[in-house]
């Protein structure tokens, strides 16, 4: 019991006082308030992406899902028009294959615009953690004017960290 009210007493001591040797803070709590205000500001930012890459995958599951219903009708439209040629349940057969594809084909951006959210929230992340251990600056407002960039085939891509 003595030890610890000992003990009690030199922590009390301490942190009134301050201790007998000066240390110096860790290099992570040596940040400004913007560098913490932008490190949080970017953790906001990934989890609404993160959220954003989920919608887009249900999305994606709903249009592929609408896909294989239009093919197993068109195949059933198909088999029947084989017992009994019908030039109309022909072209709605072709029709659902055609409707088919392209909901095939928006599955597969929304699921590739959901890989890509994700990737843009993990380097978001990476970023707020560089950030928050002082590893890297705050990033300056006039490095996002403008917040995009230009590739060779001239699509617009902008700036991950100026998002």
């Not at 400004?32 to 990934?46: F, T, Y």
């Not at 609408?66 to 057969?93: F, G, H, L, M, W």
């Not at 409707?99 to 843009?120: T, V």
């Amino acid at each position: 019991m003595r030890g610890s009210a000992l003990a009690l007493a030199l922590l009390v001591t301490m942190c009134i006082c301050g201790s007998a040797e000066a240390k110096p803070k860790p290099k992570s709590f040596m940040i400004d308030d913007a560098a913490m205000d932008e490190a949080r500001d970017l953790l906001e930012r990934a989890v609404l992406l993160d959220e954003l890459a989920a919608g887009e995958d249900d999305s994606a599951v709903v249009a592929e899902k609408s896909a294989e219903a239009r093919e197993r009708e068109a195949r059933r439209i198909r088999d029947a028009s084989r017992t009994k040629p019908d030039a109309r349940a022909t072209q709605r057969a072709a029709a659902l294959e055609a409707e088919a594809a392209l909901a095939r084909a928006l599955a597969r951006r929304q699921h590739d615009r959901a890989r890509e959210n994700r990737q843009d929230a993990d380097e978001m992340r990476a970023r707020a953690l560089r950030i928050a251990r002082g590893e890297e600056p705050a990033l300056a407002r006039n490095e996002c004017d403008p917040p995009f960039s230009f590739d060779a085939s001239g699509r617009k891509h902008y700036l991950v960290q100026c998002l």
